[in-house]
């Protein structure tokens, strides 16, 4: 399965998004997405199953719980690919990032000159 179909789904994105802050047993996972997003636990599994056979996610075991987490070759991967893409974006977030330093700038002279 390509990296883009993977992260194509909103669960897989979410359960990413989860490992993203460390790892979690596939119970704390479950509990969440089925919560979120109202699907079973075999389905919530299938989602981690395809998150582990396309490599974003690695798991073992610690007892009778299974813990996952984010691997991030993968997504090395999709950020390589991306990278062809940033001219088209990157400089507008450079001219945001001025007009907000501009706009504090002239804030603080603006209130330097209040006092």
Wanted: glycine fraction near 6%; charged fraction near 30%.
């Amino acid at each position: 399965m390509h990296a883009f179909d993977v992260l194509g789904d909103p669960v897989r994105r979410r359960i990413l998004e989860l490992l993203a802050d460390g790892e979690r047993s596939s119970g704390e996972l479950t509990a969440v997405v089925r919560e979120e997003f109202g699907i079973s636990q075999p389905a919530v599994s299938q989602h981690l199953k395809v998150l582990r056979d396309s490599g974003f996610a690695v798991v073992r075991a610690e007892g009778t719980r299974r813990l996952y987490a984010v691997d991030s070759a993968p997504l090395r991967q999709v950020d390589a690919w991306l990278d062809r893409f940033r001219r088209f974006w990157t400089p507008h977030l450079d001219a945001l990032a001025t007009e907000i330093a501009r706009g504090k700038r002239a804030r603080r002279h603006d209130s330097g000159s209040e006092q």
